[in-house]
């Protein structure tokens, strides 16, 4: 056994030193203000930002929440005050705490990506960019960047080159092959890959004999998709052993953060579990750190992609 204090909780993510391989997930707690109260942001690995976009949105119409079993739909639409409130309000705050933000961009087109980066060239503790080039909860179905490999290429290519920090493509599990749109957004100059986000669902009320949603289909999060998470990053860790993963999908405990780190992701985003647990964030990392000790594992970098390595399929 190693000891808590012998675990080196250190991870790199696409050339990014973080102190710990823990980080929040986009969209389930703005820009991190509202977790201040129960846990220090600075701690964790980053804080990836909710989705930004050029111009204030209002998103979809309610209701566009619902609890569905061992997850939750999601349809808000990608509502927020737009780039300059985050510029003014957001990033300074994470800055002022000494916190690393991963802001997580989108866009309704590859120029709005590039406007988008073009903003945040300078912005203070900016580390990463997560180009969310697969959001389902869109009006047009369209704007899913991620589900063609050429658009998605296309995205992170001008946002890379617009950019004066490393990128992170958010990949869609919606898709027949995940590997070539990974490989096909590496080839565009990605640094890393961010993955899962959610899965296209909905829900129907018995009662009412409706569609829950208002707009009828959700994003499909917590712990009913993490078996496709681990999966997709398995099998792109697989093909693409040097890419970087920040790995997501329904991360509720230290033993769960592992899996992913084990299928090939160098770190994690913890986002449903806060709905009900705010310092989930903080909680894995510490789950995580004493399950490294208990097996006797020195420390994050040693177990990134190990089910690969010892033959286990």
């Known amino acids: 056994m190693t000891s808590l204090a012998q675990v080196g909780m250190g991870t790199t993510l696409a050339g990014v030193a973080l102190p710990s391989p823990v980080l929040t997930a986009s969209g389930c707690s703005a820009a991190g203000r509202e977790l201040a109260p129960y846990l220090d942001v600075a701690e964790l690995g980053a804080v990836v930002t909710k989705s930004v976009m050029l111009r204030p949105r209002s998103g979809r119409a309610t209701p566009r929440m619902a609890e569905t079993p061992s997850g939750m739909l999601n349809s808000i639409g990608l ?38 980066a073009g903003r945040l060239v300078g912005a203070p503790g900016v580390a990463l960019l997560e180009v969310n080039i697969s959001c389902p909860n869109v009006a047009s179905r369209g704007q899913v960047f991620a589900c063609d490999p050429r658009a998605a290429a296309d995205v992170i290519a001008a946002v890379k080159d617009a950019a004066d920090v490393p990128v992170l493509a958010k990949l869609s599990p919606d898709v027949t092959d995940i590997v070539t749109i990974a490989a096909a957004c590496v080839q565009a100059g990605a640094d890393g890959l961010s993955m899962i986000n959610t899965l296209l669902g909905m829900a129907i009320d018995t009662d009412t004999l409706r569609p829950i949603l208002a707009g009828i289909t959700g994003g499909l999060s917590g712990p009913a ?9 398995w099998q792109v860790h697989a093909a693409l052993p040097e890419v970087p993963i920040l790995g997501m999908g329904g991360i509720m405990t230290g033993l769960d953060a592992l899996q992913f780190l084990l299928a090939g992701a160098s770190a994690v985003s913890v986002g449903t579990a806060v709905f009900h647990d705010p310092s989930a964030p903080a909680r894995v990392a510490r789950e995580l750190r004493d399950a490294l000790a208990d097996r006797g594992i020195p420390g994050v970098a040693d177990v990134v992609g190990l089910a690969h390595r010892d033959g286990r399929r």
């Open 79 to 116: 509502q927020g005050p737009g780039i300059e409130a985050f510029l003014e309000h957001d990033l300074p705050w994470l800055a002022a705490r000494a916190a690393r933000a991963v802001v997580s961009i989108a866009g309704g087109s590859v120029e709005e990506f590039v406007q988008l």
């Open 225 to 233: 998709i993490r078996p496709v998470a681990v999966r997709c990053v």
